[in-house]
C-alpha cells in the first residue's frame, strides 16, 4: 500500500505503508542513530513526533518487549529508507510493523530519507502529516494549515499515579515528564528506594515523600508548558539535592532564572560529542532534544556551566554554585546510546550522602509516618 509524507512547505514524499493505515499530523524529526531504533520508539520524548531514522535500514531485529523505555510508544508516525519486515534476531518477539500496527502508528519506506534530512537541517523541523489514505493533496495542505502542535505532551507520557520501586538505599523521587525507564534501572541498580510521582506533584506533595534527592526526568515538549513544573522546582530548591535530565535540565534552568530557546533541528541520536569543562574530557552521548538553554541567560543565575556541545557549543550541563544540585541536557542513562555517562547518578548520590551529613534531619520512620496521612499514596507499579 502507498504511503505519503506531506511538510508543511509543501514537500511531498511517496513511498510504501508500513503498520497501521491512518493518517497522523506531527512534527517532523529525524534521528542519526544507527541501532536503538526500538528505543526511540518507545521513548516518550518523541511524543507527538514523526521521527525519520537516517540509518537506511530498520527493522532487521525485531522488537523485543524487554527493550522498551515505556509502557507505549508515543509518537506519532516513522520514516524509513528500507523496513525489513521479517527480523533476524532470536530474542525478536514480533516485527517493527507489528509494533506499529497495534498502537494506530503509521509507517513509510522506500523515500529518500538523505533529502528529507537535509530538508529539516535547513529548514528546521515542521509539521508534516504522513497518511495511507487516498486524501488529496489539497485536503493534507489545509490541515496542515490549521492544525496546530500538541502542548500537553508532558501530561499525556506522565505516570497518573505514584508509584513505588523499593530498595535499601537513598530514597529518590522520580519526578516522570515522561521518564524513559533507562532512569528507574539506573537508580535501582545502585539500590535506591525509587518512588516515581506524576509531573505536577507539588512541593508540598514530595516533602511528605521524605526524599533523600529529587531527580528530574526527561520529557517531550516545550519546558515553558509545564510551568508548574519550574514552581515545584524554585520550591524545593537547596532543601533538598535536584539531578535534572534533559527536559529535567531545562526545568532546572528555568527555575533557577535562566531561559529557554528552541533549536532548529534539535539533537537526536546515539553520538553527540560533550565536553566536560572541568577535566576537558569528551564524552560520546545519546541526546534527544529540540530545545536549549540559553548561554547568555545563564550569568545573571546562580548557576554556572560544566558541559557544551561540541558541535554546536550549545549548553549541555550546569551545576548550582549555591545548592546541591546539577543537569544535564543528554541522557546518562543511554538508551539507545553508549554508557559513557552513567557515572553521573554516582555522582548524584554522593552528592545526597554530603548533604545529609552536613544537613541531618529528622529520623525518616517520623517523617514516613507523617507522611501516610498524607495526600499522596503508594501504588505498586
Known sequence: ????????????????????????????????????????????????????????????????????????????????????????????????????????????????????????????????????????????????????????????????????????????????????????????????????????????????LAPDGIQLSNGPGDPKDVPHAVQMVKELLGEYPIFGICLGHQLFALACGADTTRLKFGHRGGNHPVKELATNRCFITSQNHGYTVLEESVPATDLSVTHINNNDRTIEGLKHKKFPAFSVQYHPEAAPGPYDSSYLFDEFLDMIRTHKINNPKQPRQAVIAEASRGELQYAQK
Open 1 to 208: 500500500m502507498q504511503a505519503r509524507l506531506l511538510l508543511e512547505d509543501g514537500t511531498l514524499f511517496t513511498g510504501l505503508s508500513f503498520g497501521a493505515e491512518t493518517q497522523m499530523l506531527g512534527e517532523v524529526v529525524f534521528n542519526t542513530g544507527i541501532t536503538g531504533y526500538q528505543e526511540v520508539l518507545s521513548d516518550p520524548s518523541y511524543c507527538g513526533q514523526i521521527v525519520t531514522m537516517t540509518y537506511p535500514l530498520i527493522g532487521n531485529y525485531g522488537i523485543t518487549r524487554d527493550d522498551f523505555e515505556a509502557v507505549r510508544p508515543h509518537i506519532h508516525g516513522f520514516v524509513v529508507r528500507r523496513h525489513e519486515a521479517i527480523p533476524s534476531n532470536w530474542r525478536a518477539q514480533y516485527s517493527l510493523g507489528d509494533l506499529l500496527k497495534e498502537y494506530g502508528i503509521p509507517g513509510i519506506s522506500d523515500i529518500d530519507t538523505r533529502m528529507l534530512t537535509r530538508i529539516l537541517r535547513h529548514h528546521g523541523t515542521m509539521k508534516g502529516v504522513l497518511t495511507t489514505g487516498s486524501e488529496r493533496i489539497e485536503e493534507l495542505q489545509e490541515r496542515l494549515s490549521i492544525s496546530e502542535l500538541m502542548r500537553d505532551q508532558v501530561a499525556r507520557t506522565s505516570t497518573k499515579n505514584v508509584f513505588s520501586a523499593p530498595g535499601q538505599g537513598e530514597r529518590i523521587v522520580l519526578v516522570d515528564f515522561g521518564a524513559k525507564s533507562g532512569i528507574l534501572r539506573e537508580l535501582t541498580k545502585r539500590g535506591c528506594d525509587v518512588v516515581v510521582v506524576p509531573q505536577d506533584t507539588t512541593a508540598d506533595e514530595i516533602r511528605r
